[in-house]
């Protein structure tokens, strides 16, 4: 099973970004899933996720601004950042959960990340 963030990159604040992750090996879009992550110096901290049937969640700092979503067919997890700021920038992780609805239970598998830098 292996877990593939891309779509990182460095951007200026206001910018736009898609990340995506590709699972392999796992299917992705019946499942609980979601978006990690992790400044320098501080704790991980969810993003967004999405249940099995398609219930979403959002960190507060991220709503509105942030959108979830899958495409089953290529087995893909999206994050779509728009309005980025610089208190967005972090390592993103996807993850494959067991959750109740949108809440987690348990953490099945992890990406290696990919790096967002928004820059004021």
């Known amino acids: 099973v292996e877990l593939v963030e891309s779509g990182g990159g460095s951007v200026q604040a206001g910018g736009s970004l898609r990340l995506s992750c590709v699972a392999s090996?796992?299917?992705?879009?019946?499942?609980?899933a979601g978006w990690f992550r992790q400044a320098p110096g501080k704790a991980r901290e969810g993003v967004a996720r999405v249940g099995s049937v398609g219930k979403t969640w959002y960190a507060d700092s991220v709503k509105g601004r942030f959108g979830i979503s899958r495409d089953n067919d290529k087995n893909i997890l999206y994050l779509q950042m728009n309005d980025l700021k610089p208190e967005d920038t972090a390592m993103y992780y996807c993850?494959?959960?067991?959750?109740?609805?949108?809440?987690?239970?348990?953490?099945?598998?992890w990406g290696q990340g990919t790096q967002v830098t928004v820059s004021s």
């Open positions: 993850a494959a959960l067991q959750c109740v609805q949108t809440t987690i239970l348990g953490y099945l598998f």
């Open positions: 090996g796992y299917t992705i879009n019946k499942i609980c």
